[in-house]
């Protein structure tokens, strides 16, 4: 009763990290605030849904199962590694913060007047 509750808590965390991810990928405003979504909420949303996996098969299935464990070791190695290669890319083609992520040659961002003094 209580592995099932666990793992229940662990798909039900895992589920909600994973869409509040996907849903700040869709709806932050640049690219790389974008970047935060796939490699900050939606790896730990990833990583709970592998931990439930994992505690099931190994606790309520026979013997311990290590191929959650394998894809959770990769996909924490790889998350942040491919996060930091994308922003020095934005970097590189010079994606301003506020752009929008369009890449556009000749495109400034739109000039905000400065609020009223007072």
């Known amino acids: ?23 700040g990928l869709a709806r932050l405003p640049d690219f790389y605030c974008r970047l ?3 490699t900050k909420a939606t790896t730990l949303g990833v990583g709970g849904l592998l931990l439930g996996s994992m505690l099931y098969f190994s606790l ?3 013997g311990v199962i290590v191929h959650e464990l394998l894809i959770a070791v990769f996909l924490f190695m ?5 996060a930091h290669l ?6 590189h083609l010079g ?3 506020g752009t929008a992520g369009s890449p556009a040659a000749g495109t ?11």
Not at 86 to 91: E, P, T, V
């Open 108 to 118: 400034d961002p739109p000039d905000h007047e400065p609020p009223p003094a007072g």
């Open 36 to 38: 935060h979504g796939p």
């Open 78 to 82: 790889s998350a942040p590694v491919s």
């Open 1 to 23: 009763m209580i592995a099932e509750l666990v793992i229940s808590a662990c798909l039900v965390l895992g589920g909600f990290f994973a869409l509040a991810g996907s849903i």
């Open 86 to 91: 994308l922003a020095r890319a934005a970097l």
């Open 95 to 97: 994606i301003d913060a």
């Open 60 to 62: 309520l299935e026979e």
